[in-house]
């Protein structure tokens, strides 16, 4: 079992800086850990993620340039970095941990989720 816990949600201004943070436990260590949001009617998208191994980063177009995505091995724990924030950027924010797909930008290859952590951006 792998519980994975988000924090570091807000209520911010558009051009201003959040950092969210994903803590694991239990069973760590996954291929890789990705990061969706959902804002209200619409679908989850993918926004980034980052494999443990290589350290390798991928992202959504609508995010590169503004999001940065960081593990720490130690911590177990994996951050999203955003800056410049707009208001199109307000969702709920969920980390999640894939072990075997290797499917990072497709929400059905991973295997655990966490609670979510609500991100609003005002203009």
């Known amino acids: 079992q792998v519980q994975l816990v988000e924090s570091g949600g807000g209520l911010v201004q558009a051009g201003d800086s959040l950092r969210l943070s994903c803590a694991a436990s239990g069973r760590t260590f996954s291929y890789g850990m990705g990061w969706f949001r959902q804002a209200p009617g619409k679908e989850r998208e993918f926004v980034a993620a980052i494999t443990w191994s290589s350290g390798s980063t991928y992202y959504a177009d609508s995010v590169k340039g503004r999001f940065t995505t960081s593990r720490d091995y130690a911590k177990t724990t994996v951050y999203l970095q955003m800056n410049s924030l707009k208001t199109e950027d307000s969702a709920v924010y969920y980390c999640?941990?894939?072990?075997?797909?290797?499917?990072?930008?497709?929400?059905?290859?991973?295997?655990?989720w966490g609670q979510g952590t609500q991100v609003t951006v005002s203009s």
């Open positions: 999640a941990a894939q072990y075997g797909s290797r499917w990072l930008r497709r929400a059905s290859s991973y295997d655990y």
